[in-house]
């Protein structure tokens, strides 16, 4: 009795093997090969994001249409920040002096739109690199648009009626439709980190 039952288990065996073969074989076929990066993540599923109208360093609206046609590198801090955002700011100047991705967009999205006008940003952007662009906006729709992203922010008082923005120095990369693609952490290193924007936009690029 135990020859059939042993037969019966190996052909159940056999064809799990085959189907599951196969599905390996179309899943390769069918995703897009991944960049390796050193310092980020890539996601195989592009992830649309909610993205409210905000308002450009120029002064103009600015909403999910206008990330069309180039990849973009959003970076959220603000221009009241000592030391995280000047660093990252400068870091990624050098990086785009150097990484072969000529259709690739920086954004700095103010944390502290109270205080981070287009002009105001503008100004501050130009200090490091003039192609730079800043968004800002209404409070509530940063807030909102921080956490579809997955970025931290959070308003920390401090004496003198004044106030600091803790956020995160996650840069995240989206395509040229606007959905996010890469999320790169810190410490960064500027050599990796253009290497790894080229090999993410040509990846974006098809």
Same mark, same amino acid.
């Given at each position: ?53 905000? %308002? /450009?360093?120029? =002064?103009?609206?600015? +909403?999910? $249409?206008?990330? @069309?046609?180039?990849?973009? &590198?959003?970076?959220? !801090? ?77 308003? %920390? /008082?401090?004496? =003198?009626?004044?106030? +600091?923005? $803790?956020?995160? @120095?996650?840069?995240?990369? &989206?395509?040229?439709? !606007? ?28």
């Amino acid at each position: 009795m135990s020859a059939p039952k042993s037969w019966l288990s190996w052909s159940l065996l056999i064809v799990a093997a085959a189907l599951t073969g196969a599905w390996i074989a179309r899943a390769t076929l069918t995703t897009e090969p991944a960049p390796e990066l050193q310092s980020g993540t890539w996601l195989p599923d592009a992830r649309d994001l909610a993205m409210p109208t905000l %308002v /450009d360093s120029g =002064g103009a609206p600015f +909403t999910a $249409d206008s990330f @069309a046609g180039h990849a973009s &590198l959003l970076f959220f !801090g603000f221009t009241h920040c000592p030391d995280v955002c000047p660093n990252t700011l400068g870091l990624l100047a050098q990086v785009m002096r150097s990484t072969q991705a000529p259709d690739l967009t920086v954004y700095l999205v103010s944390v502290d739109p109270e205080r981070d006008t287009p002009e105001v940003l503008r100004a501050y952007l130009a200090g490091f690199d003039p192609q730079f662009i800043g968004l800002t906006g209404d409070p509530l729709d940063i807030k909102g648009f921080a956490r579809t992203v997955g970025t931290a922010m959070i308003k %920390v /008082d401090l004496p =003198g009626d004044t106030y +600091t923005m $803790d956020h995160s @120095a996650t840069l995240y990369l &989206l395509d040229d439709a !606007g959905r996010l693609r890469a999320v790169f952490t810190p410490p960064f290193k500027a050599e990796e980190l253009a290497s790894d924007l080229a090999a993410a936009v040509a990846a974006v690029r098809g």
